[in-house]
């Protein structure tokens, strides 16, 4: 079973910066896709960026485009999601989220993970 570990999540000033980290292991022989998720209080959890198993393809929800930038290393077992000019509105819960190829491959980049990290806290605030 593919296990994700986040973490990098803390407190930021508005316009700040931090780098959260996903963990992946138990990977087996499957190769993944992986998202970031995120929830506010009071609010339903979005996608917010993906990755393709190979990192050829990333995707980002308009409100953190240009801002936030997703990427893995070559082993394909730990995700990165850079943030910079961080805004109080991005105050939420992050999750990793995983999924296999050919999920990937049937489902749209925002959909189909079967795979959960605990999440980690990211709060914006002066």
């Not at 508005?14 to 992946?24: F, I, Y």
């Not at 990755?51 to 240009?66: C, E, F, L, N, P």
């Not at 990793?96 to 749209?108: E, F, G, P």
Request: aromatic share 12%; hydrophobic share 30%.
């Amino acid at each position: 079973q593919l296990q994700l570990v986040e973490s990098g999540g803390g407190l930021v000033q508005p316009g700040g910066s931090l780098r959260l980290s996903c963990v992946a292991s138990n990977l087996a022989e499957d190769s993944y896709a992986f998202a970031w998720f995120r929830q506010a209080p009071g609010k339903e959890r979005e996608v917010i960026s993906y990755i393709s198993s190979d990192g050829a393809r990333t995707d980002y929800t308009d409100s953190v485009k240009g801002r936030f930038t997703i990427s893995g290393d070559n082993a394909g077992s730990t995700i990165y999601l850079r943030m910079n000019s961080l805004k109080p509105e991005d105050t939420a819960i992050y999750y990793c989220a995983a999924k296999t190829v050919l999920r990937d491959y049937l489902t749209n980049w925002d959909s189909g993970y079967e795979h959960w990290g605990q999440g980690t806290q990211v709060t914006v605030s002066s």
